[in-house]
């Protein structure tokens, strides 16, 4: 099976833009992809935003970004305050954040959450996302819940076993919050990495899985300037006969 790489130009830093619903969101989607990317690529800038937060959440959020980006050179972590499970309902003022965000980075890969997340905050940032940013690649994470929304996912990025232990870490020690609540314990985030895992035969047995809805396929010879330069002209729309 062939892996897919990130291949930017020499001297320009990976973009990377991290979008969650809730303060936990990113670190349990994407913590171990983020991990294992950034140790690769340390020259990575990272932006990294969360829709919906207390003054309790916000401290939370911001210990876990710290964590999972720490050693990156340029990271900017946004905590937005929209309120909790009523995105739907104030989406003008989301929207506008996202407009913000899309002056603000042009970035070349984005992780947010699933289309088809049964929880509405999550289904509509990953809306947004779409929305906003029309010619990037799009990862789309999941969310283990009460719903039930597990589905089919077709992109998988195995993990060692150091970056699922750290992951599973960061997150216990940093959301003390959100321990009593079902979903959340090590054994149910060791069970999707672990799934993950067996349906990608992972080398070391566990995976993060995303929805990768499209990718545009460019050969290693188009990006050389001589490919580019022998290129033929495009066909115009109105001389289908030069299509022959």
């Known amino acids: 099976m062939l892996g897919l790489h990130f291949d930017t130009p020499h001297g320009t830093p990976l973009r990377i833009l991290c979008l969650g619903a809730h303060c936990d969101d990113i670190e349990i989607g994407c913590g171990g992809t983020l991990l294992r ?75 947010t959450h699933f289309r088809q997340d049964l929880h509405q905050d999550h289904a509509f940032i990953s809306q947004l996302t779409w929305n906003t940013f029309r010619n990037h690649l799009i990862l789309e994470f999941e969310i283990p819940k009460y719903d039930g929304d597990f589905g089919t996912p077709n992109f998988f990025v195995p993990l060692e076993g150091r970056h699922c232990e750290r992951k599973i870490r960061f997150i216990l020690d940093t959301f003390v919050s959100q321990v009593g609540h079902q979903w959340f314990s090590a054994d149910v985030f060791m069970s999707a990495l672990r799934l993950r895992g067996v349906e990608s035969n992972a080398p070391e047995r566990c995976a993060e899985a995303f929805y990768c809805r499209k990718v545009v396929f460019t050969p290693m010879s188009a990006a050389r300037p001589a490919a580019r330069a022998e290129k033929s002209e495009p066909i115009p729309l109105d001389d289908p006969s030069k299509a022959a």
């Open 37 to 111: 990317l950034l140790e690769e690529r340390p020259d990575a800038s990272v932006h990294w935003v969360v829709f919906s937060s207390t003054p309790e959440r916000k401290k939370e959020a911001l210990g876990g970004a710290e964590l999972f980006l720490a050693g990156v050179r340029e990271k900017h972590v946004t905590i937005h305050d929209f309120r909790d499970s009523c995105f739907p309902y104030v989406s003008l003022d989301i929207k506008d954040a996202f407009e913000r965000l899309k002056r603000e980075v042009a970035p070349d890969v984005i992780f």
